[in-house]
C-alpha cells in the first residue's frame, strides 16, 4: 500500500542550525513527491515537487530510491520557517497521499 | 483571480444532524479535491472530481458521507448524521488537471466543523 510517514510531530531548530525534515514513503514505481507547508492562519500551499529539483526558500528535497526518502532540508533555519510540513506522494490512482505533518518550530 | 474558497468558514452542530460543506475552486480547474484535517492525524484523503465524476470514493470514512460536483465547479459534502468524531477541518483544494508533478493543488481556507 502506499504510505507516507514522517516520524516526526515536532521539530524545535534554533534560528541558523540546519533543518531536516525527514519523510519516507512506500510505493512501488516512480513516485511523484511533493512538500507542502502551512504557516500560522495561512492555506495549506505547495512548497516544492520533487519534479522541479528547485530550491524554494532555501529549502531542497532530494529523492533518495534507495532509501526510499525525501527528506526536506535547508542549512540555515529563519524564524519565518516555522510552520507544518506535509509530505505528500501521488499515487497511481491520482490520489495525493499526505504524511501526518511534522510542526517545525524554530527558536531564537 | 479569486482563489478556491469555502463556506462557512465555521459550522456547530449537534450529534445527529445533517451538514453541508461547500467548495467553489478557481474557475478552469477541472480537478477537485477534498480532504479531512484532524489533530494528530495529519490531512486524510477524502475524495476528489475529474470534472463532476468521482473515480474513487474508497476514501470517505462511512457511508454517512456523500459528495457530489454540478456543472464541473461547485462541490458540496455531505454528512448525514454526523457523530463527534467528525469534527474536524474540511479542506478542499482544486487544481487545472489531476494534480501531478506538473499541476499544483490549490487548497481553500477549510471549514472548521464541531459536532457537540
Same mark, same amino acid.
Given at each position: 500500500?502506499?504510505?507516507?510517514?514522517?516520524?516526526?510531530?515536532?521539530?524545535?531548530?534554533?534560528?541558523?542550525?540546519?533543518?531536516?525534515?525527514?519523510?519516507? &514513503? /512506500?510505493?512501488?514505481? /516512480?513516485?511523484?513527491?511533493?512538500?507542502?507547508?502551512? &504557516?500560522?492562519?495561512?492555506?495549506?500551499?505547495?512548497?516544492?515537487?520533487?519534479?522541479?529539483? +528547485? /530550491?524554494?526558500?532555501?529549502?531542497?528535497?532530494?529523492?533518495?530510491?534507495?532509501?526510499? /526518502?525525501?527528506?526536506?532540508?535547508?542549512?540555515?533555519?529563519? +524564524?519565518?520557517?516555522?510552520?507544518? &510540513?506535509?509530505?505528500?506522494?501521488?499515487?497511481?490512482?491520482?490520489?495525493?497521499?499526505?504524511?501526518?505533518?511534522?510542526?517545525?518550530?524554530?527558536?531564537? | 483571480?479569486?482563489?478556491?474558497?469555502?463556506?462557512?468558514? $465555521?459550522?456547530?452542530?449537534?450529534? *445527529?444532524?445533517? #451538514?453541508?460543506?461547500?467548495?467553489?475552486?478557481?474557475?478552469?480547474?477541472?480537478? %477537485?479535491?477534498? @480532504?479531512?484535517?484532524?489533530?494528530?492525524?495529519? !490531512?486524510?484523503? !477524502?475524495? @476528489?472530481?475529474?470534472? $463532476?465524476?468521482?473515480?474513487?470514493?474508497?476514501? !470517505?470514512?462511512?457511508?454517512?458521507?456523500?459528495?457530489?460536483?454540478? *456543472?464541473?465547479?461547485?462541490?458540496? !459534502? =455531505?454528512?448525514?448524521? =454526523?457523530?463527534?468524531?467528525?469534527?474536524? #477541518? @474540511?479542506?478542499?483544494?482544486?487544481? %487545472? #488537471?489531476?494534480?501531478?508533478? @506538473? $499541476?499544483?493543488?490549490?487548497? *481553500?481556507?477549510? =471549514?472548521? %466543523?464541531?459536532?457537540?
Amino acid at each position: 500500500a502506499q504510505r507516507v510517514t514522517q516520524p516526526e510531530k515536532l521539530l524545535s531548530v534554533f534560528k541558523g542550525a540546519p533543518v531536516e525534515l525527514k519523510c519516507n &514513503y /512506500s510505493y512501488s514505481g /516512480s513516485p511523484e513527491l511533493f512538500w507542502y507547508v502551512q &504557516y500560522s492562519r495561512q492555506r495549506l500551499q505547495l512548497l516544492l515537487r520533487h519534479i522541479s529539483r +528547485e /530550491s524554494i526558500k532555501g529549502f531542497t528535497a532530494d529523492l533518495n530510491k534507495g532509501e526510499t /526518502s525525501f527528506h526536506l532540508k535547508k542549512p540555515f533555519a529563519q +524564524e519565518e520557517d516555522s510552520a507544518m &510540513y506535509y509530505c505528500a506522494l501521488r499515487d497511481r490512482d491520482d490520489k495525493i497521499i499526505f504524511g501526518k505533518g511534522t510542526r517545525l518550530h524554530i527558536l531564537p | 483571480g479569486a482563489g478556491v474558497s469555502q463556506s462557512p468558514s $465555521n459550522k456547530v452542530t449537534e450529534k *445527529g444532524k445533517d #451538514v453541508e460543506l461547500r467548495c467553489d475552486p478557481i474557475s478552469g480547474h477541472t480537478a %477537485l479535491y477534498w @480532504y479531512r484535517q484532524s489533530l494528530g492525524q495529519g !490531512l486524510e484523503f !477524502l475524495i @476528489y472530481f475529474q470534472g $463532476n465524476s468521482a473515480p474513487d470514493k474508497s476514501g !470517505l470514512p462511512s457511508d454517512r458521507f456523500s459528495a457530489e460536483r454540478t *456543472g464541473g465547479s461547485v462541490s458540496t !459534502l =455531505t454528512i448525514q448524521r =454526523t457523530q463527534q468524531e467528525d469534527s474536524a #477541518v @474540511y479542506l478542499c483544494a482544486s487544481s %487545472l #488537471v489531476l494534480a501531478d508533478s @506538473y $499541476n499544483e493543488q490549490f487548497f *481553500g481556507p477549510g =471549514t472548521r %466543523l464541531t459536532v457537540l
